[in-house]
């Protein structure tokens, strides 16, 4: 099969200049898929803990729960990564809300959209886990 050289070709990624605009609308995907995979896992993880006896159960409890005063490393990770993946997700949600309504398309206030998104997740992240991490 020949190609016509005068037709152009499809442009590639490489070619387009990356922007935060860009960067948010691949993050609500992996925010999206992270959320969902990570939360089917702690639901097999748990089923499978529950079913395998006290051991096993107490061995994901002290994962995921404070114990004795203290929130367990990994747990902590996860809870936060949790949070912000949520927050994120729900901000370039709205972020895509409005602009589905056809409003935001123009160059800065895109721009400044995308970029509050990020910045917005990361405050509301940090002023959820601040007062929490500070306890222990």
């Not at 639901?43 to 995921?64: H, T």
């Not at 997700?89 to 800065?108: I, K, S, W």
């Amino acid at each position: 099969m020949s190609r016509n050289p005068g037709r152009p070709l499809s442009p590639h990624l490489t070619i387009w200049k990356w922007g935060p605009h860009m960067l948010v609308s691949i993050l609500h995907r992996a925010t999206g898929s992270a959320m969902a995979i990570g939360a089917a896992s702690l639901l097999i993880w748990w089923l499978v803990a529950a079913a395998s006896g006290p051991a096993a159960y107490a061995a994901f409890l002290d994962v995921f729960t404070v114990a004795s005063g203290k929130l367990n490393i990994i747990g902590g990770l996860v809870f936060i990564g949790f949070t912000w993946t949520f927050l994120q997700h729900l901000f370039t949600g709205l972020r895509h809300l409005v602009l589905d309504t056809g409003a935001g398309y123009e160059l800065r206030a895109n721009r400044f959209w995308s970029i509050a998104t990020l910045v917005g997740s990361l405050t509301l992240t940090a002023l959820i886990w601040a007062p929490i991490l500070a306890r222990n």
